[in-house]
């Protein structure tokens, strides 16, 4: 059925997470600390030529995508699973528990970067599994941080950065968003879904 629709899986266990880059999910077991991250192909990371060269605000832009869809165990001791679409965008199947998504848009100027919006959503496709505890966040360096606390399963947000930064190692450009998901009584899970250059 995974193949029917053009969805991979390419969640694995991983512990020792550091700072990401790039088109990423990680979701967490609350309970036990374990982590499985799913790399989302480049397809989704996108770069748009502007016309206006000469204004640095309307110069090149790029925009990362991160997209993922989970399956949230109906017994414990099955492990999770994490769904990236590679070949469409169609809808997910019905079975699924939760799809969550990002966008980060990007100006470039030189060598330097100024992340200029974020948005994104979540969405359910099993009313069994609750999202609690959303949380979206996004930076342009150390110094251009900011933290959101959504009320509902979408948002858009124009960051207002104005300071221009050269990316790599821990100066992160970026967005994450963060939420919680419990089927019932069985764990709690962490899905942070990472959309960063």
Known sequence: MIGDTG????AKEENNIGVKTGSIAILSDCESGKKYICEIPAQNQTYKKSASLNNV???D??????????????NNDNKPMLLAN?????EYDGSRSWKGYIKSTYKKSGSKYLLTQTNGNWKCYDTSVKISGRKVTYGCGSSQVATKKPTSNSFK?????KKYI??????VIGSNSFCYLKRGTGKKWKLEVIANL
């Open 166 to 171: 050269t990316g790599g190692g821990w100066n």
């Open 7 to 10: 969805f991979n899986v390419f």
């Open 61 to 74: 832009s790029f925009t990362i995508e991160s997209e993922i869809q989970v399956t949230i165990p109906e």
């Open 86 to 90: 590679t070949t469409s965008r169609e």
């Open 157 to 161: 947000y124009s960051t207002g950065f």
């Open 57 to 59: 605000q309307g110069g």
